[in-house]
């Protein structure tokens, strides 16, 4: 049973300490010395794979590798965790990122909940910007209260992108 729960722990830190990741990832290297890849994120285009899409093959090789040493080369349990928690952000990163917010997926989806709407708002104030300067909210799991859609600094931000 420690066992167990140890490793549901390990798999929730290591979600949570991977939107560290993705954040920092997002602000010094996506918008640094990776801009090449990223820029097509920021572009207006009609194709259905951008080059920011590798972002999301090189950030699921240490879950693979994880996956494949705690069980093949070497049973561990908590290694296998890690993999499974850096999976589960993953999964979390399509569902938010690709399918509710930039729709690369046509379902519909219901955006009631607030802190849903300021965590898209956020997003799109990133989007505001089509340069690798001046960005801002590189977040996925979490968007201070300054992007609450009925935010003026919000709508002021909008409406000049429009």
């Known amino acids: 049973m420690g066992t167990i729960l140890l490793c549901s722990g390990i798999v929730i830190g290591t979600f949570l300490f991977w939107e560290f990741v993705a954040w920092f990832t997002h602000k010094y290297i996506m918008h640094g010395f990776l801009w090449t890849w990223h820029k097509s994120h920021h572009s207006v285009h009609n194709h259905a794979f951008e080059k920011n899409d590798w972002f999301a093959v090189v950030f699921s090789l240490p ?10 080369v070497e049973y561990n349990p908590y290694w296998i965790s890690v993999g499974l928690g850096i999976l589960c952000y993953g999964i979390f990163y399509i569902a938010f990122h690709d399918i509710i917010v930039h729709q690369r997926i046509k379902i519909r989806v219901i955006r009631k909940s607030n802190y849903l709407k300021r965590m898209i708002n956020a ?3 990133h989007h505001s910007k089509h340069t690798r300067e001046n960005c801002e909210a590189f977040g996925f ?3 201070p209260k300054k992007y609450e859609p009925g935010d003026f600094k919000y709508r002021q931000k ?5």
């Open 63 to 72: 879950s693979i590798a994880l996956f494949y040493y705690g069980s093949v």
């Open 158 to 162: 909008r409406q000049q992108t429009q």
């Open 123 to 125: 997003h799109y104030i």
């Open 141 to 143: 799991l979490y968007a």
